[in-house]
């Protein structure tokens, strides 16, 4: 009698392992209906596997987490599933989802540097990015500079105009490290294939340069016969005499019109009243305006100025600029 009840029980154990079994078998192969798919999904900092299999429930996109626990602890996944926001979509099975998880290859979202923008309008866009997240405590220029390993080194110029990829929350400071280290990296590799004799000591006034190139014009064709002109009268020992850096020297008190008077005033920006370079970049660059730059256009003139439409006319000499400034800007006031 007692080994009958016994074998009854191994019986019913068997069978109902077996079921569980099938039943395992079957959710790992099951397709995964995604409600409203492609869908976002968020794995917070902290959370383990069995806290990811729950909020999969909430969801609706789970319904049986205790197998997904099962088969992440079996397959020792369960303590290396990664932060961030994944896409879901339909067909996938529990396991893949595990993979997904695995992988690390979160949604990223764009931020971009535009050229020719400033540092300090490079902070604006920072703290209103929606998807970036502030430090707890801002830092100040020098102490940012320093945390990047640049102490004492002006803050303008110092990051890469591009467009990175983050994932969700990524904190500002590593946006602006990355730029940072971008902008070495270009710099670098510019100045080592610069044009030779070039009138510029060392690349910080190479960087210097692009950045005014930056601001005088956004055609890309021009950048490298810009760069010439500027090139040019520094080896003349003339004044770049450049509108941008007057602007830039103003700060706030630009108005958004330069007058005679701005450009008789003299501050370490001013290139009207100071010759050579000025003593920092005056804006952030791409790689257009370094290489424009480091091999510039070879060319006579030594002046050139706006013809209202994005172009300049350029000309080589005093007469034929001033000719140029009134058909091009006195005739159009």
Known sequence: MILRLFLLLVAIVAVGAGL???DYSAFLKKELTIP???????????????RVSQELVKRDILDKPWWLDIYARAEGLAGSIKTGQYTLTNGMTPPELMAL???GQTLEYPF???EGSTFRQLLDKLATAERLKQTDQPLDEEALMTALGKPGVHPEGQFFAD?????NMTLTT???ARASRLLDTVLAEEWEN???DLPLANAYEALI????????TAVAAERPLIAGVFLSRLIKKMRLQTDPTVIYGMGESFDGNIRRRDLTTDTPYNTYTRGGLPPTPIALVGREAIHAVLNPQATDALYFVSRGDGTHQFSKTLEEHNAAVAKYQLNKR
């Not at 467009?163 to 994932?167: A, G, R």
Request: zero cysteines; aromatic letters at 12%.
């Open 209 to 216: 340069l692009a950045s005014i190139v930056e601001k005088e």
């Open 194 to 196: 610069r044009q030779p």
């Open 36 to 50: 409203d798919a492609p869908a976002t999904f968020t794995i917070e900092k902290g959370w383990s596997g069995k």
């Open 163 to 167: 467009t990175y990829l983050s994932p």
């Open 101 to 103: 998880f695995q992988t």
């Open 112 to 114: 971009t540097i535009i």
């Open 20 to 22: 569980a079994f099938a």
């Open 174 to 176: 590593d946006v602006l």
